[in-house]
């Protein structure tokens, strides 16, 4: 870490020293965790330096992470937080397919999640006020009057032409090439998910899953009838290519389903020759990848990460996504990129319910159409990458001495590991008597006392009311302690 004492004034380059000056402000409480501080302009006049040197000093300060860059919007101090280790795991290590049980936990977490009354730290859900309610309803209005009848008629699979040619255009920035008749649309991208299973998958199969995994697709595994492999998964590089190998080996599995960009729990994004692995890995053994990339459009940087789809040479990896994250969860647009399984998940969904709600395909068209996602996009990236900042700085304020967390990249969601003393099921139970809503860790593994110590917490939302909640959950995790 640099320091005033570790860079002499008179040998040092010229932007470190400055990096000095700024790191000793930031230290003496100046700029407080999730502070903006001087612009790189304001810097170099600061300091009297040129805008090259401010960078440089700004670039350091980065790698030292004390301060984080935000998307159009400028550099902000870092919570100083411990991260959870990325702990190396053994290929050989056992793994073994789990019957999945249905948790009447993970069902009354789901339903607090709706309920209206309790604080939402704990939901996957967008913040409705970061969405663009009236425009969207504005465009829903304008459209069913401009389409007529048909906003009232089916919109068979595989879905209004006009949405799937602005997923296939959009689609091109996740690096997959792709026709507007090879997109699939869907009832949100659990239905994507459900039927890309279906596809590929029997009852009494197999399907490799990452560990910890959320909760929900756990759930959905069960129902299926299928077995489910857990693979350990690191907030780096999300899951291990050689545990999935190892695990390949010795057992025999029918799919494998991942999100790799910003994964549920852990918000990892895994690295992009990782991502080939995979495809490559699966692909030599003819094993079908079901790629959920709901969350890849909440990148907090401005590149956008690719989707493992895009490495995909044999029409084996399933694309799963949806704009429930970024503009309406009550719409349900989703869609699949299926490859050599489209045409059976396209009757798969005919037989399932026939098709998707006409209005909401046509809204969703025209907000793509008219340009107004990006702008949207740019909007909302700020916003949750400040919230996750103050978020942070929140649980280091707030939870015992001992606690961890991860830092993601993008997305709403934080995973935070407590000492182990700390059972998240009971703080779960006492965080609902005082109004507060949170996801256990336990539900986001089939493995009996695993990630007990854990919680999932939203940062979609953020208010002094969202700041007194998580204050008051770190005092009932401090009261656990005793």
Known sequence: MINAT??????????????????????????????????????????????????????????????????????????????????????????????VTISELCHQVIRNMMNRDLLPLGGAIPNPRHLPVDKLNRMLASETRRFGDLSVSYLMPPGWERLRVQIARRSLETGISVTPDGVLVTAGCVEAVILALRATCRSGDTIAVESPFYFNFLQM?????????????????????????????????????????????????????????????????????????????????????????????????????SFSKTLSPGYRVGWAIAGRYQERMERLKMMMNLACSSPTQLAVAEFLATGGYDHHLRTVRRLYSRNMSLMRDA?????????????????????????????????????????????????????????????????ATWDDGIEQGVKKLGELAHQLLT
């Open 221 to 321: 595994i069960a129902e299926l009838g299928l077995k489910a492999l857990e693979i350990p998964a690191t907030p780096r590089e999300g899951i291990s290519i050689e545990a999935l190998r190892y695990a390949i080996e010795h057992n025999r599995v029918s799919a494998c389903l991942v999100i790799p960009n910003f994964g549920n729990p852990l918000g990892s994004l895994m690295p992009v020759e990782r991502k080939r692995e995979l495809v490559e890995l699966l692909a030599s053994h003819e094993i079908p990848l079901i790629e959920d990339d709901i969350y890849g459009d909440l990148v907090f940087g401005n590149e956008r990460p690719v989707a493992a789809k895009s490495f995909d040479r044999k029409g084996l990896v399933i694309y799963c996504s």
């Open 6 to 99: 570790t860079i002499s004034d008179n040998m040092a380059p010229l932007y470190e020293r400055v990096a000095v000056e700024m790191a000793t402000l930031i230290g003496q409480g100046t700029f407080r965790a999730g502070d903006r501080v001087p612009s790189i302009r304001q810097l170099s006049r600061r300091f009297d330096v040129s805008i090259n040197t401010a960078m440089q000093a700004y670039a350091l300060l980065e790698d030292q992470r004390l301060i984080e860059a935000r998307p159009q919007s400028g550099y902000y101090v870092r919570a100083r937080a411990p991260e959870i280790a990325s702990t190396p795991h053994s290929p050989s290590a056992r793994i073994r397919p789990a019957t």
């Open 395 to 459: 649980v280091v304020r707030f939870f015992p001495e001992g606690t961890r967390m991860t830092h993601p990249a993008g997305s709403f969601i934080l995973w935070v590991e407590m000492p182990e003393q700390i059972d998240s099921i009971t703080l779960y139970h006492r965080a609902l008597e005082q109004g507060i809503g949170i996801a256990p860790g336990s539900l986001f593994t089939l493995t009996e006392n695993k990630y007990r110590n854990f919680i999932r917490l939203s940062t």
